[in-house]
């Protein structure tokens, strides 16, 4: 079998503790629930000597406020425990679909939502053993040079694979960080980068400690996963919708994509229309029409990109309606074709 | 009828459930004797290449590596088939698709032997490679094998078939694609070898052939099979996947010998993707030729066969897909020609219907476009064309039971298929096919005139009965049937039955866990060895109890008078008096198919002493905006002959029905750049037990008058029906035709905006067949 590499596993008693390790070690990586990381070290994805365990640390677990004074949920939450938590049965509720959304039982059980904030960029010629690399030829995201997706790009395109990431950037949550040099939060929309190899601007010894989504009044939200099988699958398109209401009008319409990029691609623009107005078929249908515009697929996931590029606008307009509280497959876009 | 038998046709634990299900079973890879190293194996990292020089002296001075090998250690080549003796252990000259074995390491942990492969320096020189139907008919400057990429071209025909077609009053020409897919078995194929001090070979196996396995370590170690056992492991899935003769089975024995030590090789999930031998892709073009009231009268079927690296079973799979067309249809005229090409990808073999599921596809799409256009409904067009059971098919495959007019009953009343077709809401629909399979091929794989099947029991004086067989069990639940089959017939209980499968050494031969043969042919040895050693303990009865061998009874652990059941005594009694008489009470028996092939050349692939029947309707419910297709239900009727345990034919069927949903809505081997393109469980897609639908199982038994019991196969032939089902379902949905598989949401939505409403090929490859081998159609088929 695929063996993980000879690991030194090393268990900080603090927070800080874990964040001094990381920095004195540059060969080392943290963990928590390992659901991402352990496969991708079989088939050695990363170099690393040493796994620094975020598992029992004080202040990784919390939970506090609610939609009124802002929701604080511990990176250390796992997405079990979100899917079905009851502070994000409300406003929030796209987090909890989200990460009800991941994988499999068993994994939504180990997996941790700082764990899947962080999931590295997937790509198909990067998800792979040490041996089917080396045969294809080494990509630039491990042990290569060159993308193998787009020969000429001097960039990876990995994609951007979490599903609670487009749904923490259409939330406008913080992310709370905790490094040597101190602790900071970060906007989510900042914290990602369009790269797959630097997708976000954590340092190497922070840790994400805590996930901020800010308070609300009356909002909804929906996240819409595309995957081939309703279970194990990542997302191969992630939609993600926040709209704030007054009095049955939109005040203001955020949204997100997953997996259409190397980071969480933002759609908010697009979603301006909606602003000050009483959403029906038509207006959501020809605001999804347009907000696909970001969503650049290319061959490096499961099913045919140019598919999914067409999936984008019938999926936003489901997580719109949804949001809107109207009946998502009976959209303008997602209507039955006539035969 | 419920007394007719004890334990025949009751729903029963199989023997190793319990050991499943709570972790105990050793499964080859849980195996660790003393001072056991791991083998490792490297493969090729191009498609087709020559080899120049392999440089293994960095990794044999790596410490803890204890042996290297290369093609030169095992340079004598062999092949499932003696006609394609075509592999090497480790390749020598040159690779032919990306993981084709190069040399091997034993080491004395994983990470050692990770490590030296590493170090192996192997020069290549790169060649252009083939990776389609196309490329390998359009050919290059080097072929992958021999002088051309075509591996074998057969033709045949069976009366004149053009005449017979332009003669009908429709004709209809389909073209029809099914791309490859693989098993997927849960269990990685795995193997452990150990060379004894008394110079004695063992090799334990995950394997569905070990007789097979034992021949071809015999040829390639050169040892005398005396001094080789083969011990097949219990195994966590075959579907086909596990009943060739595979590089690290060769390897780790040999290993074994030069280290001295024992040694294990378990391949990784990607490995298991290279090993292969899976569903063959297959171009078909299928022109019939119908009356005006929907009757066939003539039929030309052509197949491509993408065949792989080598040869494996597919001389045989080429013929299969054009064999069983006529086991379900009427057809008074047929021609099929079929050719296997060679190309740059992992081997092709047999997979769960092996070389029928494809043409099955076909020709049930091609019936359903037939049916529109001639005015009939899906069911009325296959009903006025079915075969009669004890009747004889244009290509002299002998049918005896016959149970399909009675599956399709019970699948279209229990579906409601005729009334609720016309009804379903857009994006809703309903498809029906049908189809049949073989109980087990009337030949063996190497020619012989001995039994396809042994069993030998020995009866303990406690009344306990020791079974030996070489059949094993693949998780089909073959060790319940042997056991059944003999404690019925010999009155005792399940659980005094003592098995022995799958040892080299110890068992008679069975062939192997393929072609769905163990049920009917084990099963027949096993009731024809009991019977035997009944006959011998009734004797003894009968002269105990005074009455004549023919009154008596065996059950529930006794023998007694059937006129007056009172007056017996126990099993055991019997055979302490069998015992007392004669010394130790054995029996064997052993079972030859009758011999069927037809008189043309080629006929050896297709007969078999019985055909099982398969129908199924299948409910879609397609996206339409998306493409996407989910199965809500399906109902699947099955011909079983009998079911010795019911609640094992319906895990045959419905796992069947689980695995045909997979071929026909996700799975597929895809490449690129010559490699596969996701050997992973994660991306290569297959249904999980969220996309299972609900499923109507109907059993029904025709008794077949040669199977043990009246039983046929399960195994196989009701996955054949479900896949263009799912076609012909999606296009009562939608109206578009997705005349391939994968029906990915892709080609849906693709074929939604198409003109013709269709996605499918278009076209065949211009390929010169061979002249056709005209053979003379059985007697009841002359003048029709």
Known sequence: MLRLPRLQYLRPRSIDEASELAASNPAAAFIAGGTDLVPNLKRRQFDVSALISLN?????????????????????????????????????????????????????????????????????????????????????????????????????????????????????????LHGVQGRRRVAAAAFYQDDGIDYTNKRRDEVITAL???????????????????SFDFP????????????????????ALGAVGSHPVEITAYLAPLQGQRPDDDLIAQVADAADKPSRPLDNTDLNHYWRKRMTKVYIERALREACGLEPMAGRLSAQVAR | MADEFA????????????????????????????????????????????????????????????????????????????????????????????????????????????????????????????????????????????????????????????????????????????????????????AVAQYGADGKLTLWTSSQTPHYVHRALGKVLELPMSRIRVIATPNGGGFGGKSDIFSHELVAAKLAIVTGRPVKITLTREEVFYAHRGRHPVLMKVRTGFSADGRITGMQFQSFLDGGGYGSYGVATTYYTGALQATTYSIPRYRFEGVRLFTNKPPCGPKRGHGTPQPRFALEIHLDKAAEALGLDPVEIRRRNLVV???????????????????????????????????????????????????GAGTAIYWNDMPHSEVQLKLDRNGGVALFCGAIDIGQGSDHILAAIVAEVLGVELEDIQLTTADTDLTPIDLGSYSSRVTFMAGNAAKAAAENVRERLFRVAAAALHCDSDDLVARGRRIFRRTRPEEGLSVAQAIQLAEAENGVVTGTGSYTPPRLAGPYKGSGVGPSPAYSYSAAVVEVDCDAKTGEVRVPEVWIAHDIGRAINPVLVEGQVEGSVYMALGEALMEEQSFRLGLHKFPSLLEYKSPTALEAPVMHTYLVETIDREGPFGAKEAGQGPLLPVIPAVANAVYNALGVRIDEVPITPDKVLKALHDKQKRVGPTSVPAFQFPPLIKSDVPDEWRGK
């Not at chain 1, 009008?249 to 949204?255: E, F, L, N, T």
């Not at chain 2, 492969?117 to 080097?142: C, H, N, Q, R, W």
């Not at chain 2, 002998?398 to 016309?422: D, Y």
């Open chain 1, 236 to 255: 191969i398109l992630g939609v993600a919708i926040a709209l704030a209401w007054d009095d049955g009008a939109i005040r203001s319409a955020r949204g």
């Open chain 2, 7 to 190: 334990i025949v046709g009751k729903s029963l634990t199989k023997p190793d459930a319990f050991a499943k299900v709570s972790g105990q079973t050793k499964f080859a890879d849980d195996l660790a004797l003393p001072r056991m190293v791991y083998g490792r194996i490297l493969r090729s990292p191009h498609p087709h290449a020559r080899i120049l020089s392999v440089d293994t002296a960095r990794a044999r001075a790596l410490p803890g590596v204890l042996a290297v090998l290369t093609g030169d250690d095992l340079p004598i080549k062999f092949g499932i088939l003696p006609v394609s003796q075509d592999e090497e252990a480790l390749a020598r000259e040159k690779v032919r698709y990306v993981g084709d074995p190069i040399a091997a390491v034993a080491a004395s942990d994983e990470w050692i032997a990770d490590e030296a492969l590493d170090l192996i320096e192997v020069e290549f020189k790169e060649l252009p490679y083939y990776m389609s139907i196309e490329d390998a008919i359009a050919g290059g400057a080097e072929p992958i094998h021999g002088r051309s990429n075509v591996h074998k071209a057969v033709a045949l025909e069976f009366g004149d078939t053009e005449a017979a077609i332009e003669a009908a009053a429709y004709r209809r020409e389909d073209l029809v694609f099914f791309e490859g897919n693989t098993h997927l078995p849960m269990e990685q194929h795995a």
């Open chain 2, 389 to 439: 059971p004890d009747s004889r098919t244009v290509n002299w495959l002998r049918i005896t039971s016959c149970g399909l007019e009675e599956c399709i009953s019970k699948v279209v009343e229990g579906s409601r298929f005729l009334e609720r077709r016309r009804q379903m809401p857009l994006g809703r629909g309903l498809g029906f096919a049908v189809s049949s399979y073989l109980t």
């Open chain 1, 56 to 176: 029992g640390l004080d202040g990784l677990a919390a939970m506090d406020g609610d939609a009124k004074r802002g929701l604080t949920i511990g990176s250390g939450a796992t997405l079990d425990e979100l899917a079905q938590h009851p502070a994000l049965a409300g406003a929030y509720r796209a987090l909890a679909q989200a990460c009800g959304l991941v994988s499999t039982p068993q994994v939504r059980y180990m997996g941790t939502l700082g764990g899947n904030l962080l999931v590295d960029p997937r790509c198909n010629y990067y998800n792979q053993t040490y041996s089917w690399r080396k045969a294809v030829g080494f990509c630039m995201k491990k042990d290569g040079d060159i993308c193998l997706v787009a020969r000429s790009s001097p960039r990876c395109w990995a994609v951007s694979s979490s599903d609670s990431a487009p749904v923490a950037v259409a939330l406008d949550a913080e992310i709370a």
């Open chain 1, 212 to 230: 901020h989504l800010p308070s609300v009044g009356k909002l909804t939200s929906a996240y819409w996963k595309l995957r081939r099988r309703p």
